[in-house]
């Protein structure tokens, strides 16, 4: 096979190659905007869950006197899929230098990382693929909660799509700022069970939250990725389409030489 049919063949695997990573790469667009419509709308439910606990803790400032004891379980929210560069190797890098009584490890890729870091791992899931996934992974996120006792303190790792940093955010206790107020509350329930019912959906709503938020900076990193994959494939293949179209002269010439010595020899 001549040079230049065989740089064609590379040129048509390139391209290939090309027109499955642009695909990926429309796919992590229209999930960063969607995501991102999502995520705003989640955070302004979770800023008023927490507007709402703050005015019942200021009523009421002896409901958290529960002790939490023991080192904290870390919910590490990581990918289910690659192209993201170190997104996962990040989460798990954050807590070296941290106390932990373990983790419950959310993505497939994530988990892949584990057996080099020295974690106790309490517990392992599926991430979220897209936004859909979602309430699903959070339904077997709560089932995993009977590996941690109730007085323990729950943080959750993951990307901040704002910042581009790894955060810990604790979500169990509830942390903010007491405030005593003499304003009286009317509840239809015992505070008591109204609290409990409030962190319920504190819990579900700020869960929600985080994984849209870390959903968002994976994609975003992806779309980053298979840009620059894609830009570079576009390059490649503009040499080699020069390489090839040099090739081809050269083979024309010696074809044509070919032709002129065989004239000559008649």
Do not use: W
């Amino acid at each position: 096979m001549s040079q230049s049919r065989e740089l064609q063949l590379h040129i048509a695997q390139l391209e290939e190659i090309r027109s499955i990573l642009n695909a990926m790469k429309n796919l992590a667009f229209m999930a960063v905007s969607k995501l991102t419509r999502l995520q705003r709308l989640q955070s302004q439910v979770v800023a008023h869950i927490e507007d709402n606990a703050a005015d019942f803790i200021a009523a009421y400032p002896d409901i958290l006197q529960q002790e939490y004891q023991g080192l904290p379980v870390y919910i590490v929210v990581g990918s289910e899929r690659g192209f993201c560069g170190d997104f996962n190797e990040c989460l798990l890098n954050s807590l070296a230098a941290q106390p932990c009584h373990g983790i419950i490890a959310i993505g497939s890729r994530l988990i892949g990382h584990l057996e080099s870091y020295p974690y106790n791992v309490m517990a392992t899931l599926s991430g979220a693929n897209v936004e859909e996934e979602v309430p699903s992974l959070l339904e077997k996120l709560f089932a995993q909660f009977n590996v941690v006792t109730h007085d323990q303190t729950l943080i959750a790792v993951y990307h901040d799509q704002a910042t581009n940093q790894v955060k810990h955010r604790q979500i169990l206790p509830i942390s903010m700022p007491v405030v005593i107020s003499n304003n009286s509350l009317s509840l239809n329930l015992p505070a008591e069970l109204f609290f409990s019912e409030l962190l319920e959906q504190y819990l579900l709503a700020v869960l929600h939250e985080i994984i849209y938020l870390s959903l968002l900076t994976e994609n975003r990193l992806r779309l980053q990725h298979l840009d620059g994959a894609v830009n570079h494939l576009d390059e490649q293949t503009k040499k080699l389409h020069r390489k090839s179209q040099i090739y081809r002269q050269e083979e024309i010439t010696e074809e044509i030489e070919v032709i002129l010595l065989n004239i000559e020899m008649q």
